[in-house]
């Protein structure tokens, strides 16, 4: 090994879902939204003037900012965007998680957290989750660093009732408590309320899933001036022009357009019962969801085997290949169209 080699940061990286690109497949493999972005956005990126890209985003993102913060009727000082949630998170684990002890995260839950604490050498530790895959706000009550959680869950679909998280935030008024509510928009309660109440709370939220813009990397986190003031402190310490100007225009229109927004999440949501009704006539075993995907195990049929009778035919699930969650697969709710599909392809081929 050469002397400079000993000093490359070690680390796993994060290993996200696979991105086929093919022309009939059925993709429900990274909880995409199945519709297109909302009209407006469309519009706007056939109006974008190509000669600006030479001038550099505004660094403030203030357009985004604006919208957000109306939309939740809160002030521009308490909003944060990013390239995508991954982003916002990733700045937070830097700017929040700096205590020797550890952070708590569930052991079933968002894999990246590990990634990011072992990036930023942030001790971790990670309480189980219960039978029912919900997680146990008691296990949250000791000595901790800082807080971090999925709600609703990823990949489980679980949601842990508001009055719960609330309880988790309250006992923990030493360190900062980061919700991430990437799927909050399908099901569940947001915690957004609360950041009035609890100057530690940090909520989290995407563009990816609900509003249908995965391709544009768009996040945001919702909080107490002080919170946002630090990400933005970090964020300028690292890269002053995070979001890209046609990243600020079109997620602009996305929050726009509140009846388009409305009016996807209605089909998704039908979809996900209709499906949930269908897959457990056909065997499969699930928590309720409350996202947009399911994460389910057939009573009889091994995951890996779905998993792998379905990739021959092109549609892409996922299958997490680790200590108690390699029985389930994780479905994301497609289109009818796609749903039908792919539930007749398991009932014909693989049961
Ligand atoms: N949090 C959770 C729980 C997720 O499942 C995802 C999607 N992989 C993200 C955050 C990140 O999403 P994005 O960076 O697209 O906003």
């Known amino acids: 090994m050469a002397e400079w080699e000993k000093y490359i940061r070690q680390v796993v990286p994060y290993v996200p879902g ?8 059925i993709k429900l493999n990274t909880n ?4 297109p972005p909302a009209p407006g956005v469309v519009r706007a990126l056939k109006e974008m003037r190509v000669d600006n890209l030479r001038l550099y985003p505004d660094p403030t993102c203030s357009s985004l900012i604006k919208v957000l913060a109306e939309y939740y009727g809160l002030g521009e000082d308490r909003v944060f965007v990013g390239v995508g949630s991954d982003d916002v998170l990733a700045m937070a684990f830097l700017t929040f998680f700096n205590s020797e002890k550890p952070v708590l995260f569930p052991a079933v839950s968002y894999s990246f957290y590990r990634v990011w604490a072992d990036l930023y050498r942030i001790p971790y530790e990670c309480p189980a989750l219960d039978p029912e895959f919900r997680i146990r706000p008691e296990d949250y009550k000791r000595e901790n660093g800082g807080i971090v959680f999925p709600n609703p869950n990823a990949p489980t679909s679980v949601f842990l009732p508001l009055d719960q998280v609330e309880e988790m935030i309250r006992y923990n008024r030493d360190v900062v408590v980061i919700v991430d509510e990437a799927y909050i928009d399908f099901g569940g309660e947001s915690a957004v309320k609360l950041t009035d109440k609890y100057e530690n709370l940090l909520v989290v939220q995407t563009f990816s899933k609900s509003r249908s813009l995965a391709g544009m990397r768009i996040g945001y986190a919702l909080g107490n001036p002080k919170l946002i003031k630090a990400l933005h402190d970090v964020k300028y310490s690292f890269n002053s022009y995070t979001m890209n100007r046609t990243a600020l225009t079109l997620g602009v229109e996305a ?4 009846a388009y927004f409305r009016e996807n999440l209605a089909k998704i949501l039908a979809t996900r019962e209709r499906v949930s009704k269908r897959m457990r006539e056909l065997g499969f075993e699930f928590p309720e969801s409350y996202t947009n995907f399911l994460f389910a195990s057939h009573r009889r049929v091994p995951a890996k085997k779905l998993f792998d ?3 021959k035919r092109d549609i892409y699930v996922r299958h997490f290949d680790a200590p108690g969650i390699d029985r389930y697969l994780r479905i994301t709710v497609g289109t009818d169209e796609e749903m039908d599909a792919f539930l007749n392809f398991v009932e014909g081929d693989c049961l």
């Not at 991105?19 to 497949?25: E, G, L, S, T």
């Not at 995409?32 to 519709?35: D, H």
């Open 18 to 25: 696979e991105q086929p690109d093919k022309a009939k497949m």
């Open 32 to 35: 995409e939204n199945p519709y």
């Open 255 to 258: 929050v726009k357009d509140e």
């Open 309 to 311: 009778a379905l990739r």
